[in-house]
């Protein structure tokens, strides 16, 4: 299972540039001389060449990634108050105790599930970078096409 922000970049720019952006990311991290104008650069050239529409779709892209990824981090303590509350309610119940015992185990893996997704998307520091270096380059080409598209409507 990978983050939402990997899912992302992977699927814009293929799982080589992603894995290219990973590596610059995590060396600079290394030397503690954090540069992402490799980066921004790469995905700049990548995207210079489509049109506005393009780029707003890909900014709808991010916005949901980004909505996806707060929405995994504000649903994991529900999701644990209810693994709690019906671990809770089926021990309390006077049910057949295999079945209490399959279904809390049950309810153990899946919760276990969205646990390991929850810890996935909330320390992906490195692949929270490199979208926000992506979400800088998008913006700027927002304003560099309607920027473009105004000076050529006003030379028409």
Excluded: W
Excluded at 10 to 19: D, L
Excluded at 51 to 60: G, L, S
Excluded at 82 to 101: H, R, V
Excluded at 124 to 141: P, W
């Amino acid at each position: 299972m990978a983050s939402v922000f990997k899912k992302l970049i992977s699927k814009e720019f293929g799982e080589n540039k992603y894995n290219k952006y990973f590596f610059v990311c995590q060396k600079s991290l290394e030397d503690k001389s954090f540069d992402s104008k490799e980066i921004y650069n790469d995905i700049y050239e990548n995207l210079k060449k489509l049109d506005r529409n393009a780029i707003r779709k890909m900014q709808e892209r991010l916005n949901d990634a980004l909505f996806l990824a707060v929405r995994i981090s504000k649903t994991y303590f529900f999701s644990f108050l209810f693994y709690l509350g019906a671990a809770f309610f089926l021990i309390t119940k006077d049910i057949n105790p295999i079945i209490t015992i399959i279904s809390i185990i049950l309810m153990s893996v899946c919760f276990i599930a969205k646990t390991y997704e929850f810890l996935i998307n909330k320390y992906c520091f490195i692949d929270a970078h490199i979208v926000l270096v992506y979400k800088t380059v998008l913006e700027r080409m927002v304003i560099l096409k309607e920027i473009e598209n105004s000076s050529s409507s006003n030379n028409s």
